[in-house]
């Protein structure tokens, strides 16, 4: 039976966003601009997954419903995830956000995507990663101010819903990504992203926990 350790994932593409023109591109730099220190950037970020599971050689994915008093994206159907948590990695948000809107147990194997989400609020642009998710075990337990109903399509999607911008195409390639080459081996990402671990220092000394 093909599992997601045997995921080739060189087949998996990290989509970036179109660009769009940058307002005040070309404004002068004065050798000062606003760095981490000071504490001026507080963003929202998201994450996001397609959830997966595999029976009697059949993949399926996990989709719910948004409930109609939604900001975003009332009554569109979706896979799960939210906003970053403070203190939090991605893994460990995505992981968080699985269990706490659909009360199942999930770990991320590879990046699927980088999206946008464009609002009308100051921020104007929310980003996130979504991950392509194995489910572990757990039973659907929805949140309910979040969804109202969840359903198991099978891979590939063939039903027509109302779905969040973008995602049906993302599903699509995540299906011709697990029924291709099944019997080929591939070691999915275990790091997060980010910067890469350094050796500590005196400097830079890591608390343990």
């Known amino acids: ?23 005040n591109a070309l404004r002068v730099h004065e050798g000062s601009f ?50 970053v948590h403070r203190g939090e990695g991605f893994h460990a948000a995505i992981r968080r956000q699985i269990f706490e809107e659909i009360g199942l147990t999930v770990e991320p194997v590879n990046i699927l995507e980088v999206y946008e989400i464009h609002t009308t609020g100051q921020q104007r642009i929310i980003p996130g990663i979504r991950f392509l998710c194995e489910v572990r075990e757990g039973t659907v337990l929805l949140n309910e101010r979040k969804f109202t109903q969840h359903r198991w399509l099978d891979l590939p999607v063939q039903e027509r ?5 973008g995602l049906k195409e993302v599903l699509d390639n995540v299906a011709a990504s697990l029924y291709a080459n099944p019997d080929r081996a591939s070691t999915p990402r275990k790091q997060p992203v980010g910067f890469r671990q350094e050796p500590a220092t005196p400097g830079n000394k890591r608390q343990s926990h």
Do not use: S, Y
């Not at 997601?4 to 970036?16: A, C, F, G, Q, S």
């Open 34 to 83: 606003h760095i981490r220190e000071d504490g001026a950037a507080r963003l929202e970020v998201h994450v996001a997954g397609v959830c997966v599971r595999n029976t009697e050689g059949r993949w399926q994915v996990l989709v719910a419903r948004r409930t109609a008093t939604r900001q975003l994206f009332p009554k569109h159907w979706e896979c799960g995830g939210g906003t």
């Open 1 to 23: 039976m093909p599992d997601l350790e045997r995921l080739p994932t060189d087949i998996i593409t990290v989509n970036m966003p179109q660009r769009r023109p940058v307002r």
């Open 161 to 165: 819903l109302p779905w969040i911008g």
